[in-house]
C-alpha cells in the first residue's frame, strides 16, 4: 500500500474485496506490518475476518488495523481466454462425473465409491435451500450413509467464488483439507507445442495398458471406469512403454470451447523426456478439431513439477478450490 495509510473499510464492506495492512504482535516502536488481501466474511465485535484466496481466514483485532481499502473483485489476467467462474465450475463438474448425485437446493451430493474427492464431495453452486447448519448436517448424513467422509467443494480467488462460504464452513467447524489450482489457456499454442506424438495413442476408453499407469486407485472397478469415462468428449492418451505398461497417460474431455486436461501421469522411469508434452500436445490437436478453443487443468499446490510444465505451456491460474471436511 503506497501514499497516505488510512482505514477506509467498515463493517459495511463485508462481501467485498479488501486489502490491509495491521501491525504484527510484537507492535512497538518499529513495529514490522502484513498485509492481507481477500474478501471481507465478517466484522464482529472488534474482530475482522478476511478469507484470502488460499481458503483459510484470517482473523485480525481491528485495533491493529493500520490501512485497509476495497480493491477490485479479481486482478485482471494478462493471458488466457475469458473465463467465468460459473462458467468453469459447470465445465470441471461435467468433466469428473459421479457415480450418484442428489440435489440439496442448488447443492449437489456426488459420490462415487471414494474414488477421488471431486467426485465425492458436495458441489455448493447456489443455495442449499435450508440454514446452513442444517444443510451441512444433511451433507454429513447423506455421506455417512454411504460409508464416506462428507466433504464440500468450494471456490476461492476470482469474481463470484466462495470465500464467505469458506468462512461460514470454518465457524460451523470445518477444516480445509486440499488446495488445487484451476488453470487455463488458450488451447492453439498447447496443440502447437514441439513434441513427438507418433508414440502417443488416442482412445474413447481407458485400456488395460492406459490403467495399467494411472496410480489414483487399487483396483479398476466399475465405479472407477464410470468417472472416467464420464463426460461430453472423453478422450486417453498413451505413450507406449512396453508390452504391459505405458510410459505416460493423459485423459481429456472436449465440452464446447474447452478441452479440460485430467490425469496426466509418467513413469518415474520415463520421466524428463518430453512425454507429457507429448501427450497434452495430441490430446489439444484431437480437441481443437472438434472446435475446442480454451483448455483448462487442475493441479494441486504442492506439485511443482506439474506446476513448472503448466507453466511452460502458457497456463495462467484462474482460481483455486479446496475440499472442506468437518474437524
Not at 169 to 197: F, K, S, Y
Not at 267 to 295: I, K
Request: hydrophobic share 40%; glycine share 12%.
Amino acid at each position: 500500500m503506497g501514499g497516505r495509510l488510512e482505514v477506509r473499510i467498515t463493517p459495511a464492506d463485508v462481501g467485498k474485496r479488501v486489502s490491509v495492512r495491521r501491525r504484527s504482535e510484537r507492535g512497538g516502536a518499529g513495529a514490522e506490518f502484513t498485509d492481507t488481501v481477500g474478501v471481507l466474511t465478517s466484522w464482529d465485535h472488534g474482530v475482522v475476518a478476511i478469507t484470502p484466496k488460499s481458503g483459510e481466514s484470517v482473523h485480525i483485532v481491528e485495533s491493529s488495523l493500520v490501512a485497509g481499502k476495497v480493491v477490485p473483485a479479481a486482478p485482471a489476467r494478462r493471458r488466457g481466454p475469458a473465463a467465468s467462474f460459473p462458467e468453469l465450475a459447470a465445465v470441471t463438474a461435467r468433466a469428473w462425473q459421479p457415480v450418484e448425485s442428489e440435489p440439496l437446493g442448488d447443492w449437489r451430493l456426488r459420490a462415487a465409491g471414494g474414488f477421488t474427492r471431486r467426485a465425492n464431495s458436495a458441489l455448493p453452486l447456489g443455495d442449499p435451500g435450508l440454514p446452513l447448519g442444517e444443510a451441512l448436517g444433511r451433507v454429513e448424513r447423506w455421506y455417512e450413509e454411504r460409508g464416506l467422509p462428507p466433504y464440500i467443494q468450494t471456490a476461492t480467488g476470482a469474481e463470484g467464488t466462495q470465500e464467505a462460504l469458506c468462512a461460514e464452513l470454518e465457524r460451523h467447524g470445518w477444516r480445509r483439507e486440499v488446495t488445487a489450482e484451476v488453470r487455463i489457456a488458450a488451447l492453439a499454442p498447447v496443440g502447437d507445442l514441439d513434441a513427438d506424438v507418433s508414440a502417443v495413442r488416442l482412445s474413447r476408453e481407458p485400456d488395460e495398458t492406459w490403467l495399467s499407469r494411472y496410480q489414483r486407485f487399487s483396483a479398476p472397478g466399475p465405479h472407477v471406469l464410470r468417472v472416467l469415462g464420464g463426460g461430453p468428449s472423453v478422450w486417453f492418451a498413451t505413450a507406449a512403454g512396453g508390452s504391459e505398461a505405458s510410459a505416460a497417460v493423459g485423459r481429456c474431455v472436449v465440452d464446447g470451447r474447452w478441452a479440460g486436461f485430467m490425469a496426466v501421469e509418467v513413469a518415474p522411469e520415463h520421466r524428463r523426456r518430453g512425454l507429457a508434452t507429448s501427450v497434452m500436445a495430441a490430446l489439444a490437436r484431437q480437441a481443437l478439431e472438434e472446435g475446442a478453443s480454451a483448455a483448462w487443468l487442475q493441479v494441486e499446490e504442492d506439485n511443482e513439477g506439474a506446476r513448472a510444465l503448466y507453466d511452460g505451456m502458457g497456463f495462467a491460474a484462474h482460481h483455486r478450490y479446496h475440499h472442506f471436511r468437518p474437524a
